[in-house]
């Protein structure tokens, strides 16, 4: 008669990818996993807590997507510095009421997440959350790997780079909008609550940039545009103009103004898109628009000398940006 942790990890290995071999030579099964270190390559590793009531509204989540969440925005950490993901460790604490179908469910999401994006489980660990806090947390540790000296950082960018971000900007925070006013129970809103349920990554593409050493600097959009091309400012010494036509669809999507929300304050300063923020040499930036895959493509503005980000209104007038995106340490 095995242990209900044994069981527990019985049931997450069949559901997830974990099977040793390449560089896993060891994995689930022993006390650590054993990684090959691969030839001319750099590991890179990261890790990201999914909290409920935090992170995510179990009420309002659909458990697959709490599993793929979980995983994808840890594995973003790893896409966005141009590195191949490759191996994930799973910390999971859950109350008793949901390890029945709740737990399938999250697992099958998490697996869909690790098959998409070419991942493997190489171990982990599970417990009960207490009775005094049933709460889900999950905790995914991602590793990658580079060849060695092209991970790409956020201190690269110079002075005429073009600035780059994919897919559409506030469009997971759209999807949080909904969910606070109690609108996700509505069939008409679920392809707007997409982006925050199921975040898509594009590590093809970054590996892509960092191989043919097309960017100089790169990040995620975790918390908020405006809040992360001002990190990668200040972490490049630059400052940064953006022009507010490039990224604002001309006609605003009606169910914003319904729900009064302003298209550029979503697009600057909504958080969990998850996209890619990179910069290109000027005359580099003309081979980016024929990236392989089809991931859609914004060049929003150019990198300048000094420091601030300055916003140029559909209008014409310009503005000095302020990072208004997520703070985690400040109270909503
Ligand atoms: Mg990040």
């Known amino acids: 008669m095995t242990n209900r942790e044994d069981r527990l990890i019985d049931r997450i290995r069949k559901k997830i990818p974990s099977a040793a071999g390449g560089i896993l030579r060891a994995g689930i099964g022993d006390d650590a996993a054993v990684l090959r270190a691969p030839a001319s390559s750099e590991w890179l590793v990261t890790v990201d807590p999914f909290i409920e009531d935090v992170h995510f509204l179990a009420d309002a989540y659909p458990p697959d997507a709490v599993g793929w969440k979980a995983l994808v925005r840890a594995t973003s950490d790893i896409a966005a510095m141009g590195a191949m993901p490759q191996l994930f460790l799973l910390s999971l604490a859950i109350p008793a009421k949901r390890t029945g179908r709740w737990l399938d469910a999250m697992l099958a999401g998490m697996a869909r997440a690790a098959e998409r994006l070419g991942l493997r489980l190489a171990g982990g660990d599970t417990a009960q959350s207490s009775r005094k ?6 905790s995914v540790t991602v590793f990658g790997t580079v060849q ?29 909008e909904l969910i606070l006013r109690g609108l ?23 590996a892509w940039l960092a191989e043919h050493r097309l960017a100089t600097a790169m990040m995620d959009i975790s918390d908020g545009l405006s809040t992360d091309l001002d990190r990668l400012c ?10 507010a036509a ?53 060049r929003i503005g150019k990198i300048v000398p000094g420091r601030g980000v300055r916003l140029v209104a559909v209008g014409g007038s310009s503005s000095l940006l302020v990072a208004r995106g997520w703070d985690h340490f400040s109270k909503r």
């Open 234 to 243: 200040r972490a490049s010494g630059v400052g940064a103009r953006i022009h």
């Open 246 to 298: 490039t990224f604002l669809s001309a006609n605003v999507p009606r169910e914003l103004a319904r729900l009064r929300l302003d298209p550029l304050k979503l697009a600057l300063h909504g958080g969990e898109d998850y996209g890619l923020l990179f910069t290109v040499p000027k005359r580099l930036a003309s081979r980016i628009p024929r990236a392989p895959g089809d991931v859609p493509l914004t």
């Open 133 to 138: 806090n049933p709460k889900v947390s999950i």
């Open 184 to 206: 996700h129970r509505e069939r008409r809103w679920k392809k707007q609550l997409a982006a925050q349920f199921y975040p898509q990554i594009f590590p093809g593409l970054a």
């Open 148 to 176: 060695r000296g092209r991970a790409l950082l956020r201190s690269g960018a110079r002075p005429g780079d073009a600035i780059f971000v994919t897919g559409r900007l506030g469009a997971a925070q759209l999807g949080l």
